[in-house]
Structures are given as C-alpha cells and as structure tokens.
C-alpha cells in the first residue's frame, strides 16, 4: 500500500509542478504590469525602475529561478496590489474556500446517494423519470443565474435569508451552499444512478436477495458499496473544482476565498498573489487526489490487491 | 466497511464542524452583529486595494479615505467648483510662481499628534515629488508641473514654489491627502493615520472595512460615528442589500439592477468616448472619422441600454467643468450622412473595407458590450468593417497609455474619462496634446492653444480652453464623444444624504445623517 501511495505520489508531482511552472510563465506573458501601477504618464525611466524593482526586467527563467528560491525560504513574494505578504493572502483566503468546499460536497454527496439510489430501484419508474429529469436540470444550471434568482426569492420577496456576506452565522451559509451543491447533487445523482442500476443486476445482489436480505440491506450493504468508486472518482473531480475556489458564488456571496482572490490577483496582474493562491490549491487538490486513491484502494478489492502486489 | 454508516459519521462531522465554529466563516473576522445604532453601512464594488493617501485619485482607494481618513489642505465643492478651506484657512499667489498657505491651528492627528507646517511639506514633497513612490495622485495632478520646492516658514506656514506660474496650483494641492511627517518615503501605507474625522478601526481583507470616529477631531462630530464597508462585485447584489436593509448606501448602480425606490440618480463625472487611431487606413481620413461620429445612436444607447442614465456628449468632458463649451451639441445620428461621406472618401481611394477593431474594457461602465455591437451593426450599414474586441483592464490599458502596443493597426478605443478637478487642463494635455499619455493624435495648432490656454485665468481661461474642444472636433476629430454618464446610488429610507459628482470618488461619510 505504501508503495502505491508513493508512486500515485510521485506521478501527482508533475501536474503539480507543471500547474505552478504553467500559471508562472503564462502571467509574465501577459506582459508587464506596470501601466497598471504606474501613473497614467510615468515616463519611460520610471517603467523600468518599476520593472527593476519587481525582477521584470529579468529573462523569464532568472524570475523563476528567483521565485523558486523564494519558495524554498516559504517567500512567495509581496501583493504589488496591497504591500501584504502574498502567501498570508492565500492562507487567509483558503479556509473559507474548504469549509464551503467541504460542506458542499458532502452535502452534494448525501443527496446523490439518497436519490440516485431510489431512482435506481426502479429504473424508468415515476421516481427515476423525476429525479432524473431534476438532476439534469440541475447538473446544467448556471451558478450565476441561480444564485441571483436565489437572493430575489429568499431574500428579497420571502426575506427569510441575507442576500450576502458572512455576518448571519448559519443563514450565512445556506444560499452560498445551496447554489454551490445544485451543480454536483445533480451530476452525483445520474452517476450513482447508473451505478447503483448496474450494481442492483449484478449476480452477488440476486444471490443475496435469493437468501432473504432486505431491499434496504441489500442496497446498502452490498449495492452501494460496489457503486460507490465511480461515484468516488467524479466526486473528486468535483471537489478539485470546488477547492479550485467557486468563484462566482464567493464573488456574488461576499464569501471571502480563494477563488475571488486568484481572479482579482489575475486582473491586477498580481503575480505573487496568483501563484501563492495556486501554489496551494494545487497542494490541496495533491493532497486530496492522494485521499482519493487511498478511498479508492479500501472501496475495490482489485485496485488494493493489486497495490498489494506491486509492493 | 459500513458504508451507510461511514457516509452518516462524514455528513454528522461537516455539520458538527460548522456548528462547533459557531457557523462563523474562516477569514471573516467571526460573526458580526446587523447595524449598531450610530452605524453606517456602505457596500462598494471593489474592496480598497489600499488606504495609501497618495493613491487617493484611484477611485477604490479615495472613496473611502478622502475626507474621511486623511483630509486635504482645501478641497473643490463638487457642486460649484470652488475652492473651499480645509486644513488651511487662507492661500494667496504671493508671487507668480510661489504660492502660500496658511495652516488651521488645533488640528490634531487621529493618534494625538498635532498637525504642522512640517507635516504639510513631507506630505506635499511624498506626493508631488517622490519619484520612488510613483504615486497615481503624482501623474494624474502633477504630471505636467515638474518638481515642486516646498518650505514651512512657521508652524502654521507652507510655501510652494512652482517652475513655471502656475495659476492651477491651490487646485492641485486639494488632490493630496496630509500625512504623518513619519510616514515612509520608500513605500506606500496600507492604513493610514490621519485628521480626517474617522480613524480606521478594523480591516479585515476580504471581508469588511470599519472607520470609527474619534475625540479631538478639530470639526463638528459626524452624526454617525461608525462606518462599515463591506463590497460585493454584483450590482444587483449591493442594491438588494439595500433594499433587504442589510446596508444603507450601495454605490455603482446601473438602471436595472433593482435599487426600485432607494434608487437616487446623480452624474458621476465620467464621459465615454471612441478615440481613433489617426494615422491608419481607414481611420486616416476625416471623413470616415465623421461618418463614425454620425452613426453613434446616442439617443438610442442612453435610453435602452443606459435605462436614461446620462446624456449625449458633445466633447470629453460634462457641463461644470471650466473649458466646457456650451456651444458644441452632440453629433447628431445621421445614418445617410455617414453613408454619404464613406462612399466619397472610397470615391477618393480610402480603402474604407479594411477592418479596424472596436476594442472596450469589460465591464468598464454598464452595458459597455452592448453599445459596442450596436455601434458595430451600424458601421457595418454604412460600409464600414469593424471588429469588436474585449478586454480586461491590463490588456485595454497598453492600447490606452503611451507606449502603445506597436503595429496594433487601426483602432477605435472605448475610453472613459472622469475630470474630477473641474479644470480641462486636466482633460486636453492628456487626451489632446500630441504627446498626451492618452493620445493618439493631435496637431501643432492645437498644441499651441492648449499651451496657451494653461497659464490662463478666470474668463480667458474659460474661453481658450472651449476653443481648444472645439479645435479638436473640428480639425482633428480624435473622438467620437457618446455620453456624459450617470449612474444610481441606493440609499435606505433612514438615511439623509444627497449624492453628487464627486460621489463616486469620495464620499464623506460627515455628509451622511440619520433621517429624523
């Protein structure tokens, strides 16, 4: 197992170091931030002082090599936006971003488990045909949309929700939430679903119904269990997108994460900002992968006997 | 492994996990408390990059601490433009390149410390002069003034010494903020300590920005002794704030964002305009310039897109503004004319079909695309081949600012320009001269007369600037003008306060009073 866990860790550092390598080369080609900066007329010589004082006017490759220098003494440079240090910036922002990350998926999960089981039960039933019909829906709708269509109607014409920020203790939470998990109780949905249908035709399922299991049991305890790496693998996939900051929902929310972070630090150019925010998501979204192979390991028998084997 | 179980123990610990924190959200500082009496809560569209006084000409900075953080020795009274008493009482031309003012006594910094002559000059020579800094107050006010020589004579005593006459210069002085003489030369300060009648009393980035008011400020108390900033990018967001009551004052509005009865309209000092590219087929030609103007649907823009949020433009600047020329309407929308006048300069060999693009900052001002395209569907009517092209702020930026990106070819650019001095000279040698930062073209003659109009006073200073507008449009036609904007503030029913054209760009909270 530990020899699996290293080689999924050893294979997930090099789309880690591409991602920080990639935001890193791909900012600075975007040009010199300095009329930004600067002052509408600043001369020529005042350009390039800005330039010289923020290591612009170096070859590309000297700048990364002073950024990963950097990195090695836990600098990740200073926001040209604000003078604060850039990783506090992104440490400060991060947990915002999980704990709705967090609490969104599992969530999302809770309900894709709930519904898409029961519509698995029978398939092209009343319940399948509606919750299929209300999980595509809502695997297609816009955040934007919904999140203003939201604030109207629970904080507007009910008033029984804040329209935004972080000041109403739990009411805080619920319309940031609701938006956030439609997208992925909606995906979730259809792929425990289709699982679940699969699982509940297989041989072992038959052969437990024949000796008397209950349908809860069975599902549960044998269905379920068989369903739940597909579901696990798109699961992750969405949290990656979650961590990544679910930046329409925290820019319309007022949430203060690390999504609404990294795309101010894109439209201000602030590079030290941007790749302190990706740096550590990219870490998380390791970390998490990591996590995912372990729960992928302990759910299927044959990707953990063949860990097994491998070591 | 139990997987029902499991799943139940993860969803118990997430719920576990937000009730143990109290549902407080990391990063925001914990739970806050709805409105405390004496409490003003303002939502704004951006979050202040930073308090730094010499920033105060950028908008997100200067919204909240001009006039309310720091103060200025005189300040502009955004309604009659006049220059009004501040931290000095009294300015005089003593001599024409000298200039000297005389300070208030009792004036105190928020943190105890009294206010002097010495102070002025540190803050004055940080702003104007510091060329490390690079402050934007710096190149917007004294871009074109050279280094300025500043002495205290006495505690109460400033003197400014100019390299030419400079009959703009108390005008100039009311952009910058009075700091510490402690304060850093070498970099900017994110919080402040200054007169101002508030003091900053929290920040927590991200999330919320809260000035108190304080003893010991040298004026009348503010009827509201604290204000909370909060900021959300959504328009319709910040106005349903307001008319939830999660907040009194929502700035940055547009017509439909749904401000319904809290909605106050009020101009924001901002004109929108085309600038071209003067020297590139088929922008070359004056007359292709012309037939451009003619098919702007001012009219038609203001009233669907802007919901009737501003006015037609007949130059780059609003009516207020000395040099404004009362004279020039704006270009009436003239399709056949425009037509016509594409058709002669083809006859005359103007490749007229070369494509130039259209190119606008996103969300530079409500609405920005849409008057783009139907700007593009009428050239196109007209024979004229125009791309559109948007772009956020820093890319938009290096077609706007000297050095231009080379080879761009033809362009017509969408700019947005506020004079918040009240002056033209703040517009022309910007926008006009032929080595403006922001132009893109401009003639001897013109350059002659905005030269000759700076040192001006009073009526001649008035008149020589109008017929520097007038030149411009009538000679060079650097511009298609589209509208002198307005824009909507939602202000709740208990609140009394009245918006004007310095709003957007400073807001002093002492203005605001609870309604009785």
Not at chain 2, 134 to 158: K, M, R, S, W
Not at chain 2, 397 to 422: E, S, T
Request: aromatic share 6%; glycine share 8%; proline share 5%.
């Amino acid at each position: 197992m530990l020899t699996f866990l290293r080689r999924r860790a050893l294979t997930s550092l090099l789309p880690l170091l591409a991602v920080v390598l990639g935001v890193f080369v791909l900012a600075r080609l975007t040009g010199n931030p300095a009329a930004l900066y600067l002052p509408e007329n600043a001369t020529a010589e005042a350009r390039e002082q800005f330039s010289a004082a923020n290591g612009f006017d170096k070859p590309i490759w000297a700048q990364l090599i002073d950024y990963f220098a950097g990195v090695a003494r836990l600098d990740f440079g200073t926001s040209l936006r604000t003078g604060e240090d850039a990783a506090t910036m992104a440490l400060r922002a991060f947990p915002a971003t999980l704990q709705l990350a967090v609490v969104t998926m599992v969530l999302a999960i809770a309900v894709a488990i709930v519904v898409g089981c029961w519509a698995a039960l029978r398939p092209n039933g009343l319940a399948d045909r509606v919750s299929g019909m209300l999980s595509m829906t809502a695997a297609s709708v816009p955040d934007f949309w919904l999140a203003i269509l939201g604030i109207w109607v629970f904080a507007i014409i009910l008033g029984v929700l804040p329209t935004s920020g972080v000041d109403a203790g739990g009411a805080s939470w619920v319309l940031p939430i609701a938006v956030l998990m439609v997208r992925p109780a909606g995906v979730l949905t259809q792929v425990v679903r289709g699982a679940m249908i699969s699982a509940l035709g297989s041989p072992y399922v038959k052969v437990a119904r024949a000796k008397g299991a209950s349908e809860g049991r069975v599902v549960a305890r044998h269905a379920l269990k068989n369903a739940a790496p597909p579901a696990l693998t798109v699961a992750g996939d969405l949290a990656v997108g979650l961590i990544n900051g679910a930046v329409v929902v925290e820019s319309i929310f007022g949430w203060p994460g690390i999504g609404k972070l990294m795309i101010d630090a894109i439209l201000q150019r602030d590079f030290a900002v941007l790749q302190a925010a990706v740096a550590l998501t990219a870490i998380s979204i390791f970390v998490l992968n990591i996590a995912i192979d372990i729960g992928y390991a302990l759910l299927d028998a044959r990707v953990r006997n063949k860990a097994g084997a491998a070591a | 492994m139990n997987k029902t179980r499991t799943t139940a123990l993860i969803a118990a610990s997430a719920a576990l996990s937000v009730i143990a924190s109290g549902c407080s959200v990391a990063n925001s500082g914990g739970n806050g408390s709805g409105a405390a009496s004496g409490t003003l809560r303002i939502v704004l569209p951006q979050e202040p990059p930073t308090l730094e006084p010499c920033e105060a000409s950028l908008t997100a900075t200067g919204v909240v601490t001009r006039s309310n953080i720091t103060e200025p020795l005189l300040e502009r009274n955004p309604t009659s433009g006049a220059l009004e008493p501040k931290l000095a009482t009294e300015w005089t031309q003593t001599e024409p390149t000298l200039w000297t003012f005389k300070l208030r006594p009792g004036v105190k910094f928020s943190d105890g410390s009294e206010f002097t002559s010495e102070d002025a000059v540190k803050a004055i020579d940080r702003t104007a002069n510091n060329t490390t800094l690079a402050c934007n107050v710096q190149g917007y006010v004294f871009g074109q003034t050279g280094p300025l020589t500043l002495a205290a004579p006495d505690a109460t005593t400033v003197t400014i010494k100019t390299q030419e006459a400079d009959p703009l210069l108390p005008l100039r002085v009311s952009f910058i903020e009075m700091t510490k003489r402690d304060i850093s030369t070498t970099e900017k300060v994110r919080e402040p300590i200054g007169t101002g009648p508030f003091k900053i009393a929290s920040w927590t980035a991200g999330q919320k920005l809260t000035l108190s008011s304080w003893d010991g400020y040298w004026g009348a108390k503010p009827a509201y002794t604290t204000a909370e900033y909060q900021w959300r990018e959504e328009g319709t967001v910040r106005a349903a704030m307001v008319v939830n009551g999660e907040a009194d004052v929502a700035t940055n509005l547009g017509a439909d964002d749904g401000a319904g009865d809290t909605a106050v309209q009020y101009p924001n000092n901002e004109t929108t305009a085309l600038r071209f590219t003067n020297d590139q087929a088929p922008l070359n030609d004056i007359r292709v310039r012309q037939a451009i103007d003619m098919l702007i649907d001012r009219d038609g823009i203001i009233t669907s897109l802007f919901g009737g949020l501003g006015k037609p433009a007949s130059q780059l600047i609003g009516p207020g503004v000395i040099g404004y020329n009362e004279a020039m309407t704006p270009t009436k929308y003239d399709p056949a004319a425009a037509k016509a006048l594409v058709d002669a300069a083809k006859a005359d060999g103007v490749p007229v079909g070369t494509q130039f693009r259209i190119i606008g900052r996103t969300s530079q001002f409500p609405k920005i695309a849409e008057s783009i395209e139907l700007m593009q569907s009428a050239f196109a009517q007209a024979g004229l081949n125009a791309k559109i092209e948007m772009m956020d702020t820093s890319a938009q930026l290096k077609y706007q600012l000297r050095p231009f990106v080379p080879d761009a070819g033809p362009i017509a650019l969408m700019v947005m320009h506020g004079n918040q001095a009240g002056d033209a000279a703040f517009t022309v040698g910007q926008y006009f001269a032929t080595d403006g930062a922001q132009s893109t073209g401009g003639t001897p003659d013109l350059d002659a007369k905005i030269k000759a109009a700076a040192p001006l006073t009073d009526a001649a200073r008035q008149a020589a600037y109008a017929d520097v507008f007038k030149t411009q449009t009538d000679a060079v036609r650097g511009f298609a003008f589209l509208a002198n904007m307005e824009a909507v503030l939602a202000r709740a029913k208990t609140v009394d306060y009245t918006p004007d054209a310095a709003t957007g760009d400073e807001m002093r909270l002492a203005d605001f009073k609870p309604k009785a």
